[in-house]
């Protein structure tokens, strides 16, 4: 089982940066891929990025390459999204989520559904 906790979120203008982060806990941690999702208000569920922390293998979700960055920190057992250049559109509540990395295809990393624990999610806001 895998416990999770999102920090960061806030309110910023478009164009600003923003960082999550997701605190892990729990046994066999590299057994699962660990993703970031966002929800925003009528819409479903949407898989951000992630990683697989079998391997360090990142994913991202096309609207997001090259601004958003997934990492990690050992020490710390937690999980970072880096957000830069936000735009209004990226305005929801994120999430992180643990599934098992053996029970996922690759293909569906990004799916809200392969995730089995999640965190109970932080707002961004981005508006001028």
């Known amino acids: 089982q895998v416990q999770l906790v999102e920090s960061g979120g806030g309110l910023v203008q478009p164009g600003n940066s923003l960082r999550l982060s997701c605190a892990i806990s729990g046994s066999r941690l590299n057994y699962y891929v660990i993703g970031w999702f966002r929800q925003a208000p009528g819409k479903e569920r949407e898989g951000v990025s992630c990683?697989?922390?079998?391997?360090?293998?990142?994913y991202y979700a096309d609207s997001v390459k090259g601004r958003f960055t997934v990492s990690r920190d050992n020490a710390r057992n937690t999980i970072y999204l880096q957000m830069n250049n936000l735009k209004p559109e990226d305005t929801a509540v994120y999430s992180c989520g643990a599934g098992v990395e053996g029970l996922i295809a690759a293909m569906n990393f990004l799916k809200p559904s392969e995730y089995s624990y999640w965190g109970q999610g932080t707002q961004v806001t981005v508006s001028s």
């Open positions: 990683i697989n922390l079998s391997d360090d293998k990142t």
